[in-house]
């Protein structure tokens, strides 16, 4: 199986360090250009499909790389980012201060993790034969590479808008 996970690009909320949870946004001119990128990236590579997350910003690249790649999407309930409930909108790092906010994320983080191996187990029994991308988010991402002993980022870092990390199990 060769799998590409790949950060949606960037939308506004992500230049203002808001939270985005689950909320719709949607990609703003540098979003679709990393997503245009992107996908010039990984053509030609034999992508048998794309997978996005249902929220809007990921559906949204995944629309452009699949018109991009000519490879067919189909939103997934599988990796789908963490819902900051009434958090959303927020700024991130004003809320990194807040204590209640901090212990509610790290419990969330712990159930992410628990997610993020039932939906890569999900995945690889679908897929394991395949060439799949899959258009995420970047706590995701991050968490993808924690449970498959993969870490390139620190524990702080996320991966960019736009980038993609490629694995072959």
Known sequence: MKVCF????????NTEGRLQGHTATSLNATGIRQSRQCAKQLAGEGWDV??????????ESADILSACMGVPHFASPLFTELDYNHWNGEDRQTLMTDH??????????????????????????????????????????????????????????????????????
């Open 50 to 59: 794309i997978l996005s997350s249902p929220l809007q910003r990921a559906r």
């Open 100 to 169: 209640s906010f901090k212990k509610w994320y790290q419990s969330e983080m712990n159930k992410l993790e628990k997610q993020v191996k039932r939906d890569w187990e999900a995945l690889y029994h679908t897929y394991r034969d395949d060439a799949v991308i899959v258009v995420t988010h970047g706590l995701v991402i991050q968490q993808i590479e924690k449970v498959l002993n993969r870490q390139s980022q620190s524990d702080s870092e996320i991966i960019s808008n736009g980038s993609f990390i490629c694995i072959h199990v």
């Open 6 to 13: 790949v950060r949606h690009g960037e939308t506004d909320w």
